[in-house]
């Protein structure tokens, strides 16, 4: 069985966004970049389901890539609750965040996402620490906060700049937050996208704190000789097998899921003589522990 924390949920209002910062028709954006059009939330949300169904894969956490489209992946998770998590981006320095938050999490999201260096924000920031009062209040939600270089393939198909401040990134600034509410799962994914070492630091210190392996990874390039097999068991050695959540990063159609990202991990995971058990619990049980059905909205 196998369940993926890290799908990106591409849904028209996705395309819609992108294609209103370009100045163009969505058709036309979803032209350029050879993408499927996803058509509506609930037939994208179906379709996710039957590939789910021809890859052989259990359940999957599903992201809005856009702030303000938490209803798509509300819309999908209602439609297949056992086989959808959702979670969704929020800015919080927005005056509707906290809104938006509650309105999702009552909805039945489950993750809050938090992406710093593209909304150019602190994580001490007040209305960061006051967000993520609320999601440690509702209990069954995590906060998935992206740290490291951040890269968006769509804009960067579409011409879109990306002003990313890669210093507001820092994984050592997820600290005060998962030490103030040690209950709360924290996730943090690609391993740190490049400042590795930071997460590893503050997965040391927290142990709240979880890595999403997802995506091939490409910030290894940044560590001359670093490979994937060697990122896994200092992984391991320090936040444990119980900590690792597989994500492959999929997104759009008509790749769909991306099984090349689980067939590199595996692979990586045989070669360091990682137990059939604990491949398990990477691949699937951890996820299953945070997201269990029965305690589903």
């Given at each position: 069985m196998i369940c993926d924390a890290h799908v990106h949920f591409f849904s028209p209002a996705f395309f819609a966004t992108l294609a209103g910062q370009r100045q163009v028709a969505t058709a036309d954006a979803i032209r350029h970049l050879g993408w499927d059009d996803p058509i509506s939330a609930e037939a994208l949300a179906d379709r996710w389901v039957t590939e789910l169904d021809a890859q052989g894969v259990s359940r999957v956490a599903l992201i809005a890539s856009v702030p303000g489209d938490e209803a798509s992946v509300a819309t999908a998770r209602e439609r297949h609750p056992s086989r959808l998590i959702g979670y969704f981006m929020v800015d919080p320095t927005n005056e509707d965040a906290e809104n938006r938050v509650r309105s999702a999490l009552e909805r039945g999201l489950r993750g809050v996402c938090l992406f710093p260096a593209m909304q150019g924000y602190s994580l001490h920031d007040p209305r960061v620490l006051h967000l993520a009062e609320i999601?440690?209040?509702?209990q069954r939600a995590v906060l998935f906060v992206h740290c490291g270089v951040l890269?968006?393939?769509?804009?960067?198909?579409?011409?879109?700049?990306?002003?990313?401040?890669?210093?507001?990134?820092?994984?050592?600034?997820?600290?005060?937050?998962?030490?103030r509410h040690s209950r709360m799962p924290i996730v943090i994914p690609h391993f740190g996208a490049g400042l590795f070492r930071e997460a590893l630091m503050l997965a040391d210190q927290c142990p709240n704190v979880y890595f999403d392996t997802s995506s091939s990874n490409a910030w290894m390039k940044y560590q001359?000789?670093?490979?994937?097999?060697?990122?896994?068991?200092?992984a391991l050695?320090?936040?444990?097998?119980?900590?690792l959540?597989?994500?492959?990063?999929?997104?759009?159609?008509?790749?769909?899921w991306h099984r090349a990202i689980y067939n590199v991990q595996r692979a990586a995971l045989v070669d360091l003589g990682v137990s059939n058990a604990q491949q398990t619990q990477i691949f699937s049980g951890n996820f299953e522990k945070l997201f269990p059905l029965e305690s589903r909205g």
């Open positions: 999601v440690a209040a509702h890269s968006v393939g769509a804009r960067q198909k579409l011409g879109l700049p990306s002003p990313f401040d890669i210093r507001y990134g820092n994984p050592l600034d997820v600290e005060a937050i998962a030490m001359p000789g670093l490979t994937l097999e060697q990122v896994f068991e200092t050695a320090v936040a444990g097998v119980d900590r959540l597989f994500g492959s990063d999929s997104s759009f159609f008509p790749r769909g």
